[in-house]
């Protein structure tokens, strides 16, 4: 067993959540919506890797917070940028043996394909045709987003009810 | 080639905007400017020449009108606007016999459409529809109406109809669009082109069919005066346009609600008493009982005009599209 400094271990007593080797941590996510994150990046749990989520957490920046920690997967910045839709202040940390090499916050892209539902039934992405839901970003926080196609405008409700 | 120069006060710069329409789009109302709508209804103005004696201007361009939903008045001023410059029509009017009853989506079908056509106008229940074939469609696409959203070439013939009823000119009329503006496409779209004018507009309607919300939002934000109310009495002396709109009964997802609103208003001979000698009252029809029937023979009515103007400017449209500025009157 590797010798560990009295901080180190009074460190890792302090957390819920053990430090993970090489992954991601997304931090700072908005209390209660850990699983959708998990969600609108597409990981069910089935894909193997070993998943840790901490919700309503202590924050000192926001009061509570969930946390996820995905160990062996490094997420692609596309899958990153989906989190702002429901997260805006998460962060995001790449982690190769034991070290933060990247940290960012996440981004909301200024259109989203194919992460999510137009909630208008009459809408044409509703129908049999070929193509992937397409929005704009109308507004940054609070979030709201305006379909390329049919012009409805959806919130942070209709957005995260879809997970 | 069309150029239109406009002065930008602060910094004394000519602006240079290309009016060549050749190969365009005709999508939504939103994509069209104050000049190039000021355009069109120019060159739909000078039409009226060609309406009377004919043209060869579109000899052999085919236009192929694609109708999913029903339709009177846009489907035939297309058709006849398309024979009047000496072009020719092809068209799906009834789905039912078409490929669609076996299952063809919408895509498949204007992938083999614009093989037909030198362009396709496009009406189908859908939002979006049209927007979604100009991204794969190399032909033109005219939308002619989707779902509750758009009705741009309509939006264009009321915008006509108004500067040639009343002086000339749209800015500083005062404007009332009544009737069901939740589910009716020809208020939200002349909404939208209004908003390019300098006009007092005001939204009258049972609160169960008030304008969509992201339509006043987006009206305020381009600084359009707007008023909503549910009676247009208090201000009918005021109004220039008296704009009426069928309650859009199919569109309605419950019946019930339907029912609720069903003949709440309707425009009558009593309520025109002290109006403006020059109001106009426009419809983009089919009327079922909101305008009535003693109003059409009066100065005030010009939603039978309004159709006569719907030719003129699909015959602009289709010459701009297909002709670009190649026009000679």
Known sequence: MEDKSKSEIDTEKELRVRKIKNGTVIDHISPGNALNVLKIVGITGKEGMIISIAMNVPSKKSGTKDVVKIENKELAPEEINRIALISPNATINIIRDYEVIQKNKVSLEEKIRGVIKCLNPNCITNGNEPVKSFFRIEQTNPISIRCEYCDRIMDYDDITQQF | ?329
Not at chain 2, 153 to 166: H, R, S
Not at chain 2, 227 to 234: A, F, K, L
């Open chain 2, 1 to 329: 080639m069309s150029y239109f120069f406009i002065r930008e006060e602060s910094n004394n710069i000519q602006r240079c905007i290309n009016l060549n329409f050749l190969g365009r789009h005709v999508i939504s109302i939103k994509d069209f400017s104050r000049e190039e709508l000021d355009y069109i209804l120019k060159v739909a103005n000078q039409m009226e020449k060609f309406y009377k004696t004919g043209s060869n201007l579109l000899k052999g361009k085919i236009l192929a009108t694609l109708f999913f939903e029903p339709s009177t008045r846009t489907r035939l001023s297309f058709v006849s606007a398309m024979f009047k410059l000496g072009g020719e029509v092809i068209s799906l009017s009834n789905p039912e016999m078409s490929s669609i009853v076996k299952g063809e989506n919408l895509t498949d079908t204007i992938e083999t459409v614009q093989n037909y056509a030198d362009a396709i106008v496009l009406r189908h229940k859908a939002e979006g529809s049209s927007k979604l074939m100009s991204e794969l469609s190399r032909v033109p696409i005219i939308n002619g109406g989707s779902g509750t959203k758009e009705h741009p070439t309509q939006a264009f013939l009321d915008l006509l109809t108004m500067k040639n009823e009343i002086n000339g000119k749209i800015d500083g009329l005062k404007i009332a669009i009544c009737g069901d503006l939740k589910y009716g496409r020809t208020g939200r779209s002349l909404a939208y082109a209004l908003s390019n004018y300098d006009i007092d507009l005001h939204f009258i309607s049972p609160s169960a069919l008030r304008m969509q919300p992201e339509v006043t939002s987006d009206l305020h934000k381009l600084g359009v005066s707007v008023q909503e109310s549910e009676d247009i009495m208090p201000i009918i002396k005021d109004l220039d346009v008296i704009y009426v709109t069928r309650i859009q009964k199919e569109r309605f997802p419950d019946p019930a609600e339907y029912e609720s609103v069903k003949g709440t208003y309707k425009i009558t001979l009593d309520m025109l008493n002290g109006v403006k000698d020059n109001l106009i009252i426009m419809h983009p029809l089919p009327r079922v009982e909101e305008i009535d029937y003693q109003i059409d023979k009066t100065k005030y009515a010009k939603y039978f005009k309004q159709t006569y103007y719907g030719v003129l400017i699909r015959m602009a449209l289709l010459g701009l599209i297909l002709k670009g500025d190649n026009l000679s009157f």
